[in-house]
């Protein structure tokens, strides 16, 4: 973090965008590898300096508004979740004085609660406006840390960081979360994405993501029972494969899934570092993803089913699921074939977004 002398500001905005894992979806809260690519679909904060001390949000979509005081030291939260609040209190622990008031607006393009990390942008925008309040200038690497505090550790909450880095750092993106994190912006030109989604809303997305690390958490202390040696990032699946049966269900096919999950994301980084792929080759991959997070985690609908049937049919090369799943959206590659596949999913009730990769987190002055 870099302390710098700024003029008086003038109004400017932040897009923050919003992301899919390509690879590795449940895996960041595992401390496992995650492969992201940011999406056109953004958050975008319309920041006007004032000349009071008042920090006036209108959120744009949502058709609310709050207002709270550059001086406040620590704000309440109004509900769970209360994100704008939460990343100007992150910035407050991290000993950041808001200097001028201002009048926020908030609107965006990422469809909300469908797995297209909308709330994690709007954090990430957020923590970028109260910097340039503050006239601060973050690391990427802090603004994703600070923003993960202020959705995840302030709620307590069980999520990773991954959607974090994905809409600060933008791009393809590969992060494997070890000690220490490591991060590798993958330089692959990828074309042809459709977002389908199922209007579908998901009941807790929370809750699903508490179950999941729950449920694999105690079947991992339960193979290490059996196989002192057992270190979930390494150690082969061959090895665990004739301790399994000491695990009830659901414990033993979720554990499972995991690790044939962090198997497939190290294959696919494998290729996608090489700066170009196959593409039936990435689509097969992005199936298997899918067939992994429907049959061993549970966490297809019948309606996703039915879009990403209808995707293949149209000519997608692959397709799967986004984020925790039980509703919300799904990805469809389809080079060549987007307007087609598109409207195969329309016919099947969904709403259709063409998609590109986008930069990460940026600032627009006026």
């Not at 797995?115 to 990430?124: H, M, N, Q, R």
Request: proline share 4%.
């Amino acid at each position: 973090m870099e302390i710098k002398a700024m003029p008086s500001l003038n109004p400017f905005q932040i897009r923050a965008p919003g992301r899919v894992f390509l690879f590795g979806e449940h895996s960041d809260y595992f401390h496992l590898q995650v492969i992201s690519a940011a999406l056109n679909l953004a958050i975008f904060l319309e920041v006007v300096p004032r000349e009071d001390d008042k920090l006036v949000v209108n959120f744009q979509n949502l058709g609310t508004t709050d207002q709270f005081s550059t001086r406040d030291k620590l704000l309440p939260y109004r509900f769970s979740r209360d994100y704008l609040r939460s990343a100007f209190n992150v910035m407050k622990k991290h000993g950041f004085t808001i200097k001028t008031g201002a009048t926020i607006t908030v609107r965006g393009t990422i469809p909300i609660a469908t797995g297209l990390s909308s709330s994690s942008a709007l954090v990430v925008a957020a923590i970028q406006a109260f910097a340039q309040l503050a006239e601060v200038s973050l690391t990427k690497d802090e603004i994703a840390r600070y923003a993960f505090q202020a959705e995840v550790e302030e709620f307590k909450e069980a999520g990773g960081m991954m959607d974090h880095l994905a809409s600060t750092f933008g791009g393809v993106l590969h992060v494997d979360f070890s000690q220490p994190l490591r991060r590798t912006p993958l330089h692959i030109q990828l074309e042809g994405f459709v977002i389908g989604d199922s209007l579908e809303k998901k009941v807790d997305t929370v809750g699903d993501i508490k179950m999941i690390k729950s449920t694999v958490q105690t079947g991992y202390q339960k193979l290490s029972k059996f196989l002192p040696e057992f270190n979930h990032r390494l150690t082969a699946l061959e090895e665990i494969r004739p301790f399994l049966f000491h695990l009830s269900e659901p414990m033993r096919t979720m554990t499972e899934t995991t690790l044939k999950n962090r198997d497939l994301t190290k294959r696919a980084f494998t290729l996608l570092k090489q700066g170009k792929v196959k593409p039936t080759l990435l689509g097969e991959l992005l199936d298997r993803h899918h067939q992994l997070l429907r049959d061993g985690l549970k966490r297809s609908t019948v309606k996703i089913e039915r879009m990403i049937v209808a995707a293949k049919k149209a000519g997608a090369l692959g397709a799967k699921m986004n984020g925790s799943g039980g509703g919300g959206t799904m990805l469809a590659y389809a080079p060549g074939l987007e307007k087609e596949v598109a409207a195969a999913i329309e016919r099947e009730g969904g709403k259709a977004y063409r998609v590109a990769i986008s930069l990460g987190v940026t600032i627009t002055r006026f």
